[in-house]
């Protein structure tokens, strides 16, 4: 893994995938449990008739294959993979693909950081961002694809 760290504590990675690598690295597991897929937890918002309400409002192709991208990645995905992924140009493009998820999520009653979080990293002299989806939406979503639910 390349990283520096400059004298006033910044740390620069190489490439995208070495400051997610780091970042998983530096939150390390001590006193976490890893979560299982299961039921849902008692303080999520997510409830299967709020999952299938917040899918049926999906209507763009570029929203439901972001969704599709961060369930696939349990570790997140970085803004130039997702736009790679749905050949969109800029992240402008890919904003209004996640403004779309966000109003379609208040719709339902859920704020979109119950669906998925964002993280801005440092990886040499550029900015990255990470999308990764909230453990909550990720196992309502696995549920309901493996039919475990409904």
């Known amino acids: 893994m390349g990283y520096r760290v400059t004298k006033d504590g910044e740390i620069i990675c190489d490439t995208p995938e070495e400051a997610i690598a780091l970042a998983h690295a ?7 449990q890893e979560r299982k897929p299961g039921p849902v937890d008692a303080t999520s918002r997510w409830t299967e008739p709020r999952y299938k309400d917040f899918m ?10 972001f969704l599709d991208l961060l369930l696939d990645a349990p570790h997140g995905q970085t803004d130039e993979k997702i736009r790679q992924a749905l050949h969109l140009k ?16 208040r719709k339902v009653g859920i704020d979109v ?38």
């Open 26 to 32: 530096i939150g390390g597991t001590e006193g976490r």
């Open 56 to 65: 049926a409002s999906i209507r763009g192709r570029h929203q439901t294959s």
């Open 113 to 150: 950081s119950q669906v998925y979080t964002k993280e801005r990293l440092m990886v040499g002299n550029e900015r990255i961002s990470e999308y990764k989806l909230t453990d909550a939406f990720r196992s309502i979503a696995q549920q309901m694809k493996k039919g475990k639910l409904g």
């Open 90 to 105: 800029s992240n402008n493009a890919l904003a209004g693909v996640t403004a779309g998820i966000s109003k379609n999520a």
